[in-house]
């Protein structure tokens, strides 16, 4: 079951956080808590971490909410949109440098709400495809003509190519199988695909790429390495026993 978004509301006003927190059940989000100062906010953070924080710019208390904010930045990453009835070239511009997700004006309706929210969502997606191609770049292998060097715990190994059963993905990973190792690299198979030598691998199904000379087996919906079994696309199939024959 899908795991809803977490929501905090840091609002002053509890009519108004009542009324958020009733839209944003309806829209299927799941709210952490309802707070009026920026001080339980933090502490809410430490205690049951949101995703999303709907910060009301204007609060009472020591810190207003960009003060808040800027606090919660020294701990957490957290993607902050500022809930706002009006503000100042100069209130702005504070808010602005903490690199809010969006802005939503009061009074504001449940369509601006899910929008923001929507947008948010989106960008935090992209952010982590960003992250997620970085850390692939830190981890991809290094590959020669006849060995690669991947990273395995704290340093560089090497693997000769021929070694190689097969790899399989997992997620944003990939898993190299050789015959007595097993080694998982932060690299996704398509680049992993990319980087290795065609006259040597191929990619047999979405989420298996085989060393061509350790296929001991071709059926029709799957091919043998080392006595395993591995899903073999029937669409696939052909250029497999292509390759095959060419070797």
């Given at each position: 079951?899908?795991?809803?978004?977490?929501?905090?509301?840091?609002?002053?006003?509890?009519?108004?956080?009542?009324?958020?927190?009733?839209?944003?059940?309806?829209?299927?989000?799941?709210?952490?808590?309802?707070?009026?100062?920026?001080?339980?906010?933090?502490?809410?953070?430490?205690?049951?971490?949101?995703?999303?924080?709907?910060?009301?710019?204007?609060?009472?208390?020591?810190?207003?909410?960009?003060?808040?904010?800027?606090?919660?930045?020294?701990?957490?990453?957290?993607?902050?949109?500022?809930?706002?009835?009006?503000?100042?070239?100069?209130?702005?511009?504070?808010?602005?440098?903490?690199?809010?997700?969006?802005?939503?004006?009061?009074?504001?309706?449940?369509?601006?709400?899910?929008?923001?929210?929507?947008?948010?969502?989106?960008?935090?997606?992209?952010?982590?495809?960003?992250?997620?191609?970085?850390?692939?770049?830190?981890?991809?292998?290094?590959?020669?003509?006849?060995?690669?060097?991947?990273?395995?715990?704290?340093?560089?190994?090497?693997?000769?190519?021929?070694?190689?059963?097969?790899?399989?993905?997992?997620?944003?990973?990939?898993?190299?199988?050789?015959?007595?190792?097993?080694?998982?690299?932060?690299?996704?198979?398509?680049?992993?695909?990319?980087?290795?030598?065609?006259?040597?691998?191929?990619?047999?199904?979405?989420s298996y790429i085989v060393n061509i000379?350790?296929?001991?087996?071709?059926?029709?919906?799957?091919?043998?390495?080392?006595?395993?079994?591995?899903?073999?696309?029937?669409?696939?199939?052909?250029?497999?026993?292509?390759?095959?024959?060419?070797?």
């Open positions: 079951m899908d795991t809803p978004i977490k929501l905090l509301i840091v609002e002053d006003d509890m009519i108004i956080a009542a009324n958020i927190s009733l839209q944003l059940s309806n829209l299927g989000y799941e709210v952490t808590a309802i707070v009026p100062r920026g001080e339980e906010a933090i502490l809410q953070l430490e205690e049951n971490q949101p995703d999303i924080v709907l910060l009301d710019i204007h609060l009472k208390g020591a810190l207003d909410g960009i003060a808040t904010a800027q606090e919660m930045q020294k701990n957490a990453d957290i993607p902050i949109i500022y809930l706002t009835a009006n503000a100042d070239e100069a209130t702005f511009n504070r808010a602005k440098a903490t690199r809010p997700y969006a802005f939503i004006s009061k009074p504001f309706k449940k369509l601006d709400l899910q929008r923001a929210i929507e947008l948010t969502i989106s960008r935090m997606a992209e952010n982590q495809d960003i992250a997620t191609e970085q850390e692939s770049a830190r981890e991809a292998p290094f590959i020669l003509s006849d060995r690669i060097f991947v990273r395995h715990k704290d340093s560089m190994v090497k693997i000769f190519l021929e070694d190689i059963l097969y790899i399989e993905a997992d997620r944003n990973y990939c898993r190299i199988f050789t015959k007595n190792k097993e080694y998982l690299l932060a690299i996704t198979l398509k680049i992993m695909e990319e980087k290795l030598p065609p006259q040597h691998f191929i990619r047999i199904h979405r000379v350790q296929v001991d087996e071709v059926a029709e919906s799957h091919v043998v390495i080392a006595r395993k079994a591995i899903p073999l696309s029937k669409s696939l199939r052909e250029e497999l026993l292509k390759r095959i024959q060419t070797i």
